[in-house]
């Protein structure tokens, strides 16, 4: 069964940005814009409930749902640098608070390089490969910054400071700023590359007090609970009303490497299996078979006829997804709407139905489909064309479109 599909040109937002609306506290790849989130939550005039995103990333759907009077959340990542952001922008803190901590960091870092033997107290940290993507004065400097915001005890107030460390980690290593996954600058500009870490990490800090405090704590109410959980979503003891998300588009080594993006940053803050990230996300576990279920086996049947290994793939991220939408049936309530805003990929020139997939997943676990739109995918941050030949000038477009499927059980 094909599910209609409808153009609906007031999802596209054209020449709108993430920072339209709501501006985020720290980079992070593929983000859902929250201005989508908001205008479905007001078409399908749900106002209230229990929102559960089971892949929430940076935090979109909060940011909507916060907007359409919805105070009650879940959300649910495998990354530590998403649950990270997430939780920082939707924890309430002082402002005062944040501020005598930002003069007492201040304070003592300064006083701390003031002597130069001082930088012999501190052991380094264990990076992988950390001379490769590091000046030794910059791996000096972030690891005092590192030292002072741990000695900050109040953990919700810690987390605060880590988000713009993050932040300073990446843009004063030797990765090219512009991509997603780990590349090293070319080495006539690393002899031109001294950043100074101290005045990023500061300059950062104030720009995160900024937003927050005029973006994100005029929205936390006493009545606001938003609960950020490290796991992959499983089920819990919740019902919910509402599931508002944006899934990955495929695995995370062919698509969009939220692992690598993070995995300096997660080591930075003690994630032992940073490196690893990439492969516990969906689709990360190889399958020793192609998946032969419904609408979709046909498609992954062609590209085994290209391409045997990334059939297989494909077929173990469809698995995942598969798995995951029937946790998500199984935790709603009865009328309740499973929003999911996904993009079709391409792979061996074959446009994957994503869309369709989900649509059908859902009707096996007794909801029905309500609607499908389709919006230009103009402002998310992907490239929109890559070199599946990895031969020079020769590109795809991976994706001009994305899908917004609701459906309700």
């Avoid at 720290?26 to 078409?43: D, F, N, R, S, V």
């Avoid at 031109?192 to 005029?218: A, C, S, W």
């Avoid at 086996?297 to 006829?305: E, F, P, Q, S």
């Avoid at 997939?357 to 739109?373: G, P, W």
Wanted: proline share 4%; with cysteine.
């Amino acid at each position: 069964m094909k599910y209609p599909i409808t153009r609906n040109e007031k999802y596209d937002f054209l020449g709108q940005s993430y920072a339209s609306v709501y501006p985020n506290l720290h980079k992070y790849p593929a983000t859902m814009l929250p201005q989508i989130g908001i205008e479905l939550l007001k078409e399908f005039n749900i106002q209230e409930g229990v929102l559960l995103d089971p892949y929430c990333g940076s935090g979109s759907s909060f940011a909507s749902a916060l907007e359409c009077g919805i105070h009650q959340m879940f959300g649910f990542d495998i990354n530590p640098l998403a649950v990270l952001i997430s939780s920082v922008k939707f924890t309430k803190l002082s402002i005062n608070q944040i501020i005598t901590a930002k003069l007492r960091l201040r304070e003592a870092v300064f006083e701390f390089v003031k002597d130069e033997n001082n930088l012999h107290q501190l052991p380094l940290p264990t990076l992988t490969n950390a001379e490769f993507w590091f000046s030794n004065v910059v791996l000096n400097n972030l690891n005092i910054l590192k030292h002072f915001i741990y000695q900050i005890e109040y953990k919700e107030l810690r987390n605060f400071f880590l988000v713009p460390f993050s932040e300073t980690v990446r843009e004063c290593s030797y990765t090219r700023n512009n991509e997603f996954k780990l590349f090293k600058m070319k080495a006539e500009d690393i002899l031109q590359f001294n950043p100074d870490v101290f005045g990023v990490f500061f300059k950062k800090l104030n720009d995160v007090i900024r937003t927050y405090e005029n973006v994100y704590l005029p929205k936390l109410n006493e009545n606001t609970s938003i609960t950020v959980n490290h796991a992959a979503f499983k089920g819990t003891n919740e019902t919910f009303d509402v599931v508002l998300t944006s899934p990955p588009y495929g695995d995370s080594r062919t698509t969009v490497a939220y692992g690598q993006f993070s995995t300096l940053s997660n080591e930075w803050t003690g994630i032992t299996y940073a490196r690893k990230i990439d492969s516990l996300l969906m689709g990360g576990t190889k399958t020793k078979q192609l998946y032969q279920k419904g609408l979709l086996a046909d498609y992954i049947l062609n590209i085994a006829k290209e391409d045997p290994k990334r059939a297989l793939e494909v077929a173990a991220f469809y698995e995942d997804l598969e798995k995951s939408i029937s946790e998500v049936a199984q935790s709603m309530r009865k009328g309740g709407k499973a929003i999911y805003v996904v993009g079709n990929r391409t792979v061996k020139g074959i446009q994957l139905p994503t869309d369709q997939f989900i649509a059908e997943k859902f009707e096996e676990n007794n909801l029905h489909h309500v609607v499908t739109y389709e919006r230009a995918l103009t402002n998310k941050s992907m490239p929109s064309k890559n070199s599946p030949t990895n031969k020079t000038g020769k590109t795809v477009n991976t994706m001009l479109f994305e899908y917004i499927v609701v459906c309700e059980k």
